[in-house]
């Protein structure tokens, strides 16, 4: 069945529909995602988003602790970029009824989050902020926007000019072939590769997938980000404790009580994330319990009602005031090479969110930056396809030769537990070596006939992909940076220092700049 569409979006999280709202002014906009509408990393975030709307914060100090937290692996402008249109599309949202908490007064009730110098974080409902959000932009979506759920894309479509002219999709009614002049990427991260994470299981790194098969630019696979504190019972990860608990007061403590994070400052239970999360590592891999105390919260249950209500659910008892808790994968700073306007290496092909790589978030992500990047990049590229219109002629499918077979596959499991032993939140050389030697080659997964096999089957390819591109990339990058801990490189390697690890058409690269650059009229810009 063929689709024929302006614009077709793979994805359902804050940052397509942020797109989606403004596009459908003016194009036929048709939406594709693998799951329900409630079942994207976006509507999950119980974190706020954080954004400069009190007169004792500044730009510049969001700016500057975006950079600290990202230990500097960034592409400032879009830093920069972030930052400034942010806070004004947050404070525009203020004004026209988004339901953020606030206090008697009026005043938005402002959080703090690990790295950040000042109480920034804007939240709804306590800890609920991505489903209302989420719900306030669905509300707005007019029924002119065809959703399409549970249905999975497994092919980008390129024309004989190599545009990206839409997209294969497999759901309950077989395939279909969507055909659009430009196409958006918006399928969040890839957390569901690990054993251990805070991303639901459909969060596989199909749009990075998707990207690197259709030959567009990939980069900062290394820079997986753990969160400390997943909820552990059972032995095993039960969903999010937000870093807002540690905002309001909790602290990280052993069986005994005692404070894990001691030394450096009175804060460092808030320090940048991959600081936590090793901290807890090494507690756990001695063979110690950890814990979120929350002795010093009042109201816990009010504040923060969803971690509650998961907590009671598996028989944690909140009176008991410890939260068991250990870190597990969370979210990906590398993705598909994008620039400010979403526009990838790929005429017509557009990244957005998780999936996107701009260079925001450098080696670790700050915290509540990611809901800011939905709805900043969203915008900006919703602006420029309207400013570009609709143009394409040419959409004669340049048929992808994928004559390989199958490579050997792990099982999910597998694939799973392998990932948190030999990518989680440290790793050396000899490690990746021996994973890399089980995984299929670069090459084998480009041209991989991907005909005749069912979703599950597509998923466990596709996160093969994306696993064998952080493989790669993390023996490549021979330093600890932020995310990135190397036991064999425990220092930062003045070497690296904005030096980017990139993959293109099967091939991998290392280079001086996140993009290519080209002289056109004397000014620098960026190829796309």
Known sequence: MDVKTDVLIIGSGIAALQAALLLEEHFQVQIVTKSSLYMSSSYRAQGGIAAVTS??????????????AGEYHHEKKHVTTLIEDGTKIMQKYLKTGLPIDRHVDGKP????????SHHRILHAGGDRTGQIFIDYLLHKLSPKTKVNCYEMAYELLRNTDGDCIGALTKGQKGI?????????????????LYSSTSNYPTNTGDGIALAFRAGAA????????????????ENEAKGLVSEAVRGAGGIFV???????MTGLHAQLDLAPRHITALALFKKRAAGEETFIDITNI????????????????NQVYLQDGLIPVAPGSHFLMGGVIADDKGRTT?????????????????????????????ITFGQRMAQFIIQHGCHQKNFTHDHHQCAEIMPSLFSKQQLQQYMMQFLGIVRNVNDLQHFIQQLPSLQSLLYTNLKGLEQAELELFMMHVVATLMAHAAITRTETRGAHIRTDKLEMDAHWA??????????????????EYHQTRGNAQAIF
């Open 55 to 68: 007169e004792k914060d500044h730009i510049e100090h969001h700016i500057a602790d975006t950079l600290k």
């Open 254 to 260: 052993d069986a005994q009580r005692q404070p894990i």
């Open 298 to 313: 009042q109201n816990f249950e009010v504040k923060f009602p969803t971690i509650a209500q998961l907590c009671y659910d």
């Open 346 to 374: 790929i005429p017509n092909l557009y990244a957005v969110g998780e999936v996107a790589c701009t260079g925001v978030h450098g080696a670790n992500r700050l915290a509540s930056n990611s809901l800011l990047e939905g």
């Open 176 to 192: 279909t072939r969507y055909l659009a002049h430009h196409v958006i990427l918006a399928t969040g991260g890839a957390g569901a």
């Open 498 to 515: 904005s030096r980017w690890i990139i993959f293109s058409q099967g091939q991998m690269k290392v280079r001086n700049s996140l993009y």
């Open 218 to 233: 990939i980069s900062d696979m290394e820079f997986m980000q753990f969160h400390p504190s997943l909820l552990w019972c």
């Open 109 to 116: 009730a402002l959080g703090l989050e690990g790295a950040h």
